[in-house]
């Protein structure tokens, strides 16, 4: 199985994970999610204040500017197999 069908495999496997992640895990999957899936962050910050939960995944994500598209991917498939098994 190549990178991107391990990539698709653990992105079904995350949404049926037993228990929720921390918040903090689910910034970690959905920045690494973006890198991979799409590559350097290529929007703009929110512009509401009051947007937190958009705020955090924007710096989630622009925090991994610059990492390989395929080195998030694998990132992502070890976070997810690490918390199946946990």
Same mark, same amino acid.
């Given at each position: 199985?190549?990178?991107?069908?391990?990539?698709?495999?653990?992105?079904? $496997? &995350?949404?049926?994970?037993? $228990?929720? !992640?921390?918040?903090?895990?689910?910034?970690? #999957?959905?920045?690494?999610?973006?890198?991979?899936?799409?590559?350097?962050?290529?929007?703009? !910050? !929110?512009?509401?204040?009051?947007?937190?939960?958009?705020?955090?995944?924007?710096?989630?994500? &622009?925090?991994?500017?610059?990492?390989?598209?395929?080195?998030?991917?694998?990132?992502?498939?070890?976070?997810?197999?690490? #918390?199946? &098994?946990?």
């Amino acid at each position: 199985m190549d990178l991107i069908q391990q990539f698709e495999k653990a992105i079904a $496997e &995350s949404k049926m994970l037993s $228990e929720k !992640p921390s918040n903090e895990t689910l910034l970690q #999957l959905y920045a690494l999610y973006k890198q991979g899936a799409v590559g350097d962050i290529n929007t703009d !910050p !929110p512009s509401n204040p009051f947007d937190i939960v958009g705020k955090a995944k924007y710096n989630a994500w &622009s925090e991994l500017k610059g990492k390989a598209m395929e080195a998030a991917m694998q990132e992502y498939i070890d976070l997810v197999n690490k #918390l199946k &098994s946990s």
